[in-house]
T-cell receptor, first 113, second 113 residues
Framework: DVKVTQSSRYLVKRTGEKVFLECVQDMDHENMFWYRQDPGLGLRLIYF???????EKGDIPEGYSVSREKKERFSLILESASTNQTSMYLCASSLTWGNYGYTFGSGTRLTVV | GENVEQHPSTLSVQEGDSAVIKCTYS??????FPWYKQELGKGPQLIID?????GEKKDQRIAVTLNKTAKHFSLHITETQPEDSAVYFCAASKRNQGGKLIFGQGTELSVKP
């Protein structure tokens, strides 16, 4: 079965810390995405990547950066965590450029205190 | 940019009844409309999708309809069962956007036995 694996299910970090959220897919998908999920706001796109070392800003990139050194791995980085970044973070992948369904990971619930 | 509005935010039905969730989109260039189901503690899972060259698509108890003129699409679940209880998200994307999906706010469906 195809999988998107997020390294942590729950994380608690302190304000000002640098935080890394890791995502790995085993489907040889070209596209990878990071969303955050907040009640009443749905899923909002932070960053996406359509190729190794390529990245594009989504709708809410402020305070975040990403890294994609290998095709299967897409990392989300919170340079200096703040309490308003407390959220559920979802990683997803899709086959290639064009409109295809996503496969999501199970999510990382991040709490910044 | 694209904006997707989803209604209702919560929906409660009796087992065996039908459930309908509606979404509207703003960008007439959007041409791909998937629906995702998110069960508690899991990432969203693709359940059905429709492309702009099709008006309706069915898969067993679920169906999606698309009205391009009005820019809205709907998810229909017939003969609901308790295991249909979940949060449902609609989304939209358009050609040449790298498969980037814009999601609605989500609908929490509760099916009462």
């Amino acid at each position: 079965d195809v999988k998107v694996t997020q390294s942590s299910r729950y994380l608690v970090k302190r304000t000002g810390e640098k935080v890394f959220l890791e995502c790995v897919q085993d489907m040889d998908h070209e596209n990878m995405f990071w969303y955050r999920q907040d009640p009443g706001l749905g899923l909002r796109l932070i960053y996406f990547s359509y190729d190794v070392k390529m990245k594009e800003k989504g709708d809410i990139p402020e305070g975040y950066s990403v890294s994609r050194e290998k095709k299967e791995r897409f990392s989300l980085i919170l340079e200096s965590a703040s309490t308003n970044q407390t959220s559920m973070y979802l990683c997803a992948s899709s086959l290639t450029w064009g409109n295809y369904g996503y496969t999501f990971g199970s999510g990382t619930r991040l709490t910044v205190v | 940019g694209e904006n997707v509005e989803q209604h209702p935010s919560t929906l409660s039905v009796q087992e065996g009844d039908s459930a309908v969730i509606k979404c509207t989109y703003s960008d007439s260039a959007s041409n791909y409309f998937p629906w995702y189901k998110q069960e508690l503690g899991k990432g969203p899972q693709l359940i059905i999708d429709i492309r702009s060259n099709v008006g309706e698509k069915k898969d067993q108890r679920i169906a999606v309809t698309l009205n391009k003129t009005a820019k809205h699409f709907s998810l229909h679940i017939t003969e609901t069962q308790p295991e249909d209880s979940a949060v449902y998200f609609c989304a939209a994307s358009k050609r040449n956007q790298g498969g980037k999906l814009i999601f609605g706010q989500g609908t929490e469906l509760s099916v009462k036995p």
